[in-house]
């Protein structure tokens, strides 16, 4: 049981680190650190950097909702600790 418990809590930190990963990439990487590199492609008529700071971002957010629980429901139904 507590083998079980440990392995539990380390595939939801594992997931939580690589949700948050994306996320950075993705909000503070994409948006500012990258911006002048992707913004010599263009999405949409506006620069690809621009695109992440204003748009891109937040549609990267929301699905990462989605993907955050849809594994979390995985994870849960494999420790057979999903809610019924």
Do not use: T
């Not at 993705?26 to 695109?51: E, H, N, Q, T, V």
């Amino acid at each position: 049981m507590e083998k079980s418990h440990e392995l539990y809590w380390k595939k939801v930190l594992g997931l939580i680190r690589n949700v948050l990963i994306v996320w950075f990439l993705c909000s503070y990487g994409a948006g500012i650190m990258f911006a002048s590199a992707l913004d010599k492609i263009k999405l949409g008529g506006y620069p690809l950097g621009f695109w992440f700071a204003q748009q891109g971002s937040i549609y990267i957010f929301v699905a990462l909702i989605f993907i955050y629980a849809k594994l979390m429901g995985k994870i849960d139904e494999e420790f057979d600790v999903e809610e019924k």
